[in-house]
């Protein structure tokens, strides 16, 4: 597990020490909405399938994952046209990557607009590009095809990350953070877009976790801007992020077991996922905790934008830490709204994080400098990614 040791704590409104942060966040989603109460009889349509058991199943499994609603790609218009999707063993990963790998860039390129307007200044002034993405696999990859879309310059530096799963968002902010802090004046777009296209299969007893996919899991892109030092009057900063840790754990590389075939991704999850979560966040969160100079049971006084893979790794987490309930208000909004959108959603909740921020800061005093908090994600490996950070919308 890397570090980049201690430092000092001091006030750093304004990013004024050289650490990385971000300036500013986006999103975007396709344009089909799945209702959560009616999904189960429109999956149960699409894929022609009338098992009662299985329906009642998926039926309990929409209730437990706590979502609401969802953004998807997939379409009647794309069953239509490619009906075996929802054909048992058929060869479809052609089909499917010619679907996902323009679906992904367009998400990817829609965001990062959104961000960039946020942000406030040319695309000319972007530097590098980390692209993250599960959804798709081609060469040249959706780095480069995301760069031709928002005109960013042949020189753009470019980092691509594959099949990183959940994890992605906080690795690709990770990967960001190195470089904004070692490339004096540059500014780093990390964008990250999934589809669960990808994946889509009928449903079958065979493979019970494909169900779980299903009542949980949503498409969308985020995209966030990345660089230290901001200008005075011309950026705004929103998180100031201080110390990376990466962690895998050895001996669990089957809990989560993705494998590309013919017929798609196929994923494998181990029902002990939540319980070893559990058993080891709060070593890796003590590493932070030292460096602020908190106790290991002062995690309340730390903010926590977490991605929310499920509501049990939430509830553990909740229950392990002692958290008081608001500390994950802004995890399980992103839950309920967009469902698991893998890499993507940590974008969505730390906008969330914002938005609740502002909120508290117009009814107390200022309290100016900021407040300390930890942004993490878990995904194969099993992997922890944390970056320890500060919120300065608050």
Same mark, same amino acid.
């Given at each position: 597990?890397?570090?980049? #040791?201690t430092?000092?704590?001091?006030?750093?409104?304004?990013?004024?020490?050289g650490?990385?942060?971000?300036?500013?966040?986006?999103?975007?989603f396709?344009h089909? +909405?799945?209702m959560?109460?009616?999904? %189960?009889?429109g999956?149960?349509?699409?894929?022609?399938?009338d098992?009662?058991?299985?329906?009642?199943? !998926?039926?309990?499994?929409?209730?437990?994952?706590t979502?609401k609603?969802?953004y998807?790609?997939?379409?009647?218009?794309?069953?239509?046209?490619?009906?075996?999707?929802?054909?048992?063993?058929?060869p479809?990963?052609?089909?499917r990557?010619?679907?996902?790998?323009k679906?992904?860039?367009q998400?990817?390129?829609?965001?990062?607009q959104?961000?960039?307007?946020?942000w406030g200044r040319?695309?000319?002034?972007?530097?590098?590009?980390? =692209?993250?993405?599960?959804?798709e696999?081609?060469?040249?990859? /959706?780095?480069? =095809?995301?760069? &031709?879309?928002?005109?960013?310059?042949?020189?753009?530096?470019? %980092?691509?990350?594959?099949?990183?799963g959940?994890? /992605?968002?906080v690795?690709?902010?990770?990967v960001?953070?190195?470089?904004?802090?070692?490339?004096? #004046? @540059?500014?780093?777009?990390l964008?990250?877009?999934?589809?669960?296209?990808?994946?889509?299969?009928?449903?079958?007893?065979?493979?019970?976790?494909d +169900?779980?996919?299903v009542a949980?899991?949503?498409?969308?892109?985020?995209?966030?801007?990345?660089? @230290?030092?901001?200008?005075?009057?011309?950026?705004?900063?929103l998180?100031?992020?201080h110390?990376?840790?990466?962690?895998?754990?050895?001996?669990?590389?089957?809990?989560?077991?993705?494998?590309?075939?013919?017929?798609g991704?196929?994923?494998?999850?181990? &029902?002990? +996922?939540?319980?070893?979560?559990?058993?080891?966040?709060?070593?890796?969160?003590d590493?932070?905790?030292?460096?602020?100079?908190?106790?290991?049971?002062?995690?309340?006084?730390?903010?926590?934008?977490?991605?929310?893979?499920?509501?049990?790794?939430?509830?553990?987490?909740?229950?392990?830490?002692?958290? !008081?309930p608001e500390k994950?208000n802004?995890?399980r909004?992103?839950?309920?709204?967009?469902?698991?959108?893998?890499?993507?959603?940590?974008?969505?909740? !730390?906008?969330?994080?914002?938005?609740e921020?502002?909120?508290?800061k117009m009814?107390?005093?200022d309290k100016?400098d900021?407040?300390w908090?930890l942004i993490?994600?878990?995904g194969?490996?099993?992997?922890?990614? #944390?970056?320890?950070a500060?919120?300065?919308? %608050?």
């Amino acid at each position: 597990m890397g570090s980049e #040791g201690t430092f000092q704590v001091a006030s750093t409104k304004m990013g004024n020490t050289g650490k990385a942060t971000i300036l500013a966040l986006g999103k975007a989603f396709p344009h089909q +909405l799945v209702m959560q109460d009616y999904l %189960v009889d429109g999956y149960f349509r699409d894929t022609n399938c009338d098992d009662p058991d299985l329906k009642r199943k !998926l039926a309990r499994l929409c209730k437990t994952t706590t979502v609401k609603t969802r953004y998807v790609v997939m379409s009647e218009e794309i069953l239509k046209k490619y009906p075996e999707l929802a054909l048992e063993g058929i060869p479809t990963l052609t089909q499917r990557l010619d679907i996902c790998n323009k679906a992904v860039t367009q998400m990817a390129i829609e965001a990062s607009q959104d961000c960039i307007k946020k942000w406030g200044r040319p695309v000319s002034e972007i530097t590098h590009l980390v =692209y993250v993405s599960s959804s798709e696999a081609r060469l040249p990859g /959706g780095d480069l =095809y995301l760069a &031709r879309g928002l005109g960013l310059g042949p020189k753009t530096q470019r %980092v691509l990350l594959y099949f990183v799963g959940c994890s /992605g968002g906080v690795a690709g902010l990770r990967v960001a953070k190195d470089l904004a802090e070692n490339n004096p #004046g @540059s500014r780093i777009l990390l964008a990250t877009s999934e589809t669960t296209i990808i994946g889509y299969k009928p449903p079958s007893a065979d493979r019970p976790y494909d +169900l779980v996919g299903v009542a949980l899991f949503g498409d969308g892109a985020g995209a966030m801007i990345i660089g @230290s030092d901001p200008i005075p009057g011309k950026e705004k900063p929103l998180f100031e992020l201080h110390t990376a840790h990466q962690q895998f754990l050895p001996g669990t590389e089957k809990t989560i077991d993705g494998r590309l075939t013919e017929e798609g991704i196929s994923f494998k999850l181990a &029902r002990e +996922l939540p319980q070893i979560i559990e058993d080891h966040v709060e070593g890796f969160c003590d590493e932070f905790m030292k460096e602020v100079g908190l106790d290991h049971k002062e995690y309340n006084k730390m903010f926590w934008a977490v991605h929310p893979g499920g509501p049990a790794i939430l509830n553990r987490m909740e229950k392990q830490l002692d958290l !008081l309930p608001e500390k994950l208000n802004a995890s399980r909004r992103a839950l309920m709204d967009y469902g698991n959108a893998s890499s993507n959603t940590i974008v969505y909740v !730390l906008e969330y994080m914002i938005e609740e921020s502002s909120k508290m800061k117009m009814k107390e005093e200022d309290k100016g400098d900021g407040e300390w908090g930890l942004i993490l994600a878990f995904g194969p490996g099993i992997s922890f990614e #944390g970056i320890l950070a500060k919120n300065l919308a %608050v």
